[in-house]
């Protein structure tokens, strides 16, 4: 079962993400209070702790949930092979892959920290087509 470790959250952008208990994801707009929600293609971020497992498997240490300033830390699915236009069922939402991987931006405070990031590589970006809550432990199921 795949599901959802952590949501996370920030009120700038390029900074890690705290994580928060739960999290209401607006309609077409994403998690009330971050700084990447808004009216785009990117309103949400996922990484999946598979991704994260292969930067620890190359030595890096401290890393954890929103350290790659996602909002939602997964497991169970590897993310980046989802084709875009995918949409998953995640808490009481329902989001739409729009985006696989992205730049990463100069003076990312994640790459300064780590010394790589594998946001750009295998993170992926949705939106919000149903909005709700979501918490950690919440199911995500990939809709037909």
């Known amino acids: 079962m795949a599901k959802v470790l952590a949501v996370n959250i920030s009120e700038k952008k390029g900074v890690v993400k705290k994580p928060i208990e739960k999290g209401y994801f607006q309609a077409d707009h994403g998690l009330i209070g971050d700084a990447h929600a808004g009216k785009w293609h990117r309103q949400v971020s996922l990484l999946g702790k598979e991704s994260i ?5 190359l030595g890096i240490k401290g890393l954890c949930t929103g350290k790659f300033a996602e909002n939602l830390t997964t497991e169970g699915l590897e993310l980046y092979k989802l084709p875009v236009g995918t949409k998953m069922s995640i808490g009481e939402t329902i ?3 729009t985006q696989i991987g992205k730049e990463c931006h100069g003076g990312c405070e994640i790459r300064t920290l780590v010394g790589d990031c594998v946001m750009p590589r295998e993170g ?3 939106k919000v087509i149903q909005g709700g809550y979501i918490k950690a432990g919440d199911e995500i199921r990939v809709l037909e």
Do not use: R, Y
């Open 53 to 57: 497992d292969k930067m620890t498997a």
């Open 95 to 97: 989001m739409e892959v």
């Open 124 to 126: 992926i970006f949705t």
